[in-house]
């Protein structure tokens, strides 16, 4: 019984599981934040492109954008 019972309060002393959810939790929101950064960037790059190919369209640039040659 005796055994029993310092099996118990070690169990109940063992932080080790609640370090790993808090790691767990933390690597979770690095992980997301750096996808959302990522998507964000994504976009950005996006919308510059598109504002350069209608600006090259607009001043009539022979071979712009829409030519089918490089996109």
Known sequence: MKKLMTMARQFRDDENGAAMVEYSILIGLIAVSAILFIIGIGLWVTGRFTGLC????????????GSGTGS
Request: aromatic fraction near 0%; include cysteine; glycine fraction near 8%.
């Open 54 to 65: 209608t600006a090259l369209n607009s001043a009539n640039v022979p071979g712009s954008c």
